[in-house]
């Protein structure tokens, strides 16, 4: 069956001494039984990497750019991040399509890109608290998820799905375990029309996920590990959470 994947997501946070502790709590609670990564800008990729040799977990980034090469001021390619080794990287998170006018066809793009080079894209997807409270839960993630689908084809299998309501980002409120199961469920559904590899492709749910919550996330069907971002920060809760999806 699925594996738990668990991914920390660093965001903007971080220096070369805080990292090296925070790395080093990380090699000290391991090894989990679930997978995990840590995806961390992209300044200090490679000394994450080169901090986890000889550990179970791995290392992305937090976006990529949708071009091969080129010029691209600022941008990070797919092919770099499989240069330098990364496992993973995060495409379409919520802050991107917020603050970077990220469109749903943009990060389509990337996650094709990502996978082009053998890096794999954890697409997030996810309703702001109006899109909610308008009953637009399903119609906007399916609307985000469908762009992936049409655009990756018959390589969708290939992917991780983050659901991340907006709403519960950094805010402290959580998605109740049955709120985030029913999106997940339609998630699954919508993507076993597409591909026969559904059922063993990994949902993950992201939204102030904390040691204390985990458990019962976790626990939901179609739930297969989570997104991490605040607590991802502390080695002691990155390591309950990961414990918990073991
Ligand atoms: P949070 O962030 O755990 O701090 O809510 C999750 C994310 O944005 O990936």
Redesign the pocket.
């Known amino acids: 069956m699925r594996r738990n994947l668990v991914v920390g997501?660093w965001k903007m946070h971080g220096s070369r001494a805080s990292n090296g502790l925070l790395l080093s709590g990380l090699k000290e609670a391991g090894p989990w039984s679930a997978d995990v990564a840590v995806c961390v800008p992209f300044p200090y990729i490679t000394e994450t990497a080169l901090a986890l040799t000889g550990t179970n977990v791995s290392f992305g980034a937090q976006d990529c750019s949708a071009h091969e090469q080129g010029a691209f001021t600022g941008e990070v390619s797919s092919a770099m991040l499989a240069d330098i080794g990364c496992r993973y990287v995060i495409v379409g998170?919520s802050e991107r399509r917020a603050y970077h006018a990220e469109s749903d066809q943009l990060v389509a793009d990337k996650a094709k890109a990502a996978l082009a080079h053998g890096v794999t894209p954890i697409v997030c997807v996810g309703e702001t608290l109006a899109e909610r409270e308008a009953g637009q839960t399903e119609a906007v993630v399916k609307r985000q998820l469908s762009a992936v689908i049409h655009t990756l084809t018959h390589c969708i299998g290939e992917i991780v799905v983050a659901y991340?309501p907006v709403w519960?980002?950094?805010t402290g409120l959580t998605a109740s375990p049955a709120q985030a199961q029913s999106v997940h469920a339609v998630l699954r559904t919508l993507l076993a029309a597409a591909t026969q590899k559904a059922s063993s492709m990994r949902l993950l749910y992201?939204?102030?996920?904390k040691p204390d919550n985990a458990a019962e996330l976790f626990a939901q069907a179609d739930i297969d590990g989570g997104?991490?971002?605040?607590?991802a920060l502390k080695a002691a809760d990155f390591s309950a959470i990961c414990r918990a999806a073991g």
């Open positions: 997501n998170h991340e519960a980002i950094g992201g939204g102030s996920v997104l991490i971002g605040g607590a």
